[in-house]
């Protein structure tokens, strides 16, 4: 099972290294053609990007979600609840 989690954890991250590596390696897309309506691929490119890296980031957030229950959202106690004094 640990091993299970760590290639789960694996796969999370290189989801979250994925844009950034592809954005930060400009010759990957430092060219005009092929366009896509009438955009060259420099801004198109990029802008594709912005979609995929949310797509990314949520599937990663539910991966390492599912593998450590204790992964909770912030300004919660363990079970969840608001902390005292915090509106839900």
Known sequence: MARFRKAIRV????GLALPLVAILWVPL???????LAGLPFFY???FAWIF????????????L???DPGVRAPGTDPGG?????EHA
């Open 11 to 14: 796969a999370a991250y290189t």
């Open 65 to 67: 979600r599912r593998t």
């Open 44 to 46: 198109w490119f990029q």
């Open 81 to 85: 609840h608001p902390h005292p004094g």
């Open 29 to 35: 897309y430092a060219r005009t053609t092929p366009r």
């Open 52 to 63: 995929l890296s949310v797509a990314l980031m949520a599937a990663s957030h539910l991966l």
